[in-house]
């Protein structure tokens, strides 16, 4: 996924933080709504799809297979708790560096 490989880059391991976020009850990886979703090991899938049928539709492809309406919502509730879990994972990283600076510089 290129969110995580880009914050790779910084120094920001997301991936086994995310897991464990969505792996919590309720989490994006708590549904049982999608085969996609189940498998802990691909949790990007589902996400990359949806980068891959837009960057379809953008480019003007032929789409064969378009998503039902269940389908959809169920993308969209990933996502949603997809993104609450990167912003989770980023904000409690953040809090942490942030507390180990103001813990050197009373040092």
Request: charged letters at 25%.
């Amino acid at each position: 996924m290129k969110i995580a490989e880009a914050l790779n880059y910084l120094d920001i391991k997301l991936t086994p933080k995310l897991k464990a976020i969505g792996q919590r009850s309720g989490g994006f990886l708590s549904s049982n709504s999608t085969d996609t979703i189940n498998t802990s090991e691909n949790f990007f899938n589902l996400v990359d799809d949806i980068v891959s049928r837009r960057n379809d539709i953008a480019h003007g492809q032929h789409i064969d297979n378009i998503l039902s309406i269940e389908e959809l919502h169920n993308y969209v509730d990933y996502l949603e708790g997809y993104g609450r879990a990167v912003f989770e994972t980023l904000i409690a990283l953040h809090t942490t560096k942030k507390t180990k600076k103001s813990v050197k510089a009373k040092a």
